[in-house]
């Protein structure tokens, strides 16, 4: 049997599902993707006479929102779906795949994001004394997401 290393973190790629397709291979390069985080909300409920604890009920899962982060990409379908929601106000939902891959290029797990909207969209400062890239910073709110190996 051969020992189990944990995959690298920096080899994976966003398929964002717009219009009952996937948008261009340009729009699926990020360099950072935070967010992919789920917990419950608890309730506490307090026993008659009881007073060494209390009891703790879980309610509902709470997703938080997704940020994306890349390179500001002239020509994209997904800043124009973020366009539309924010300049001409619609809201279409969207499914998300985050899909981690392996050295050659085979998935190992992918994110399934179910309808997900744009929240903020930001682009990095402007300074004419620094050489650095534009950064647009992408906030998406989704509903759930849910797990898929590839094995």
């Given at each position: 049997?051969?020992?189990y290393?944990?995959?690298?973190?920096?080899?994976?790629?966003?398929?964002?599902?717009l219009?009952?397709?996937?948008?261009?291979?340009?729009?699926?390069?990020f360099?950072?993707v935070?967010?992919?985080?789920?917990?419950?909300?608890?309730?506490?409920?307090?026993?008659?006479?009881?007073?060494?604890?209390?009891?703790?009920?879980?309610?509902?899962?709470?997703?938080?929102?997704m940020?994306?982060?890349?390179?500001?990409?002239?020509?994209?379908?997904?800043?124009?779906?973020?366009t539309?929601?924010?300049?001409?106000?619609?809201?279409?939902?969207a499914?998300v795949?985050?899909?981690?891959?392996?050295?050659?290029?085979?998935?190992?797990?992918?994110w399934?994001?179910?309808?997900?909207?744009?929240?903020?969209?930001?682009?990095?400062?402007?300074?004419?004394?620094?050489?650095?890239?534009?950064?647009?910073?992408?906030?998406?709110?989704?509903?759930?997401?849910?797990?898929?190996?590839?094995?």
């Amino acid at each position: 049997m051969a020992d189990y290393y944990p995959p690298w973190g920096f080899y994976y790629k966003v398929e964002f599902m717009l219009g009952g397709g996937p948008a261009p291979t340009n729009d699926a390069r990020f360099q950072t993707v935070s967010g992919l985080s789920v917990e419950y909300d608890y309730e506490s409920f307090k026993e008659g006479g009881e007073n060494r604890f209390e009891h703790k009920l879980p309610i509902r899962t709470k997703y938080a929102d997704m940020v994306l982060k890349r390179g500001m990409l002239m020509g994209s379908a997904v800043l124009d779906w973020f366009t539309a929601a924010f300049r001409d106000r619609q809201f279409s939902a969207a499914d998300v795949n985050v899909i981690l891959m392996n050295e050659k290029g085979d998935p190992l797990r992918t994110w399934n994001v179910a309808h997900a909207i744009p929240k903020k969209w930001l682009v990095s400062d402007f300074n004419a004394n620094e050489s650095s890239v534009v950064v647009e910073t992408m906030e998406l709110t989704y509903r759930y997401f849910s797990l898929q190996d590839s094995t």
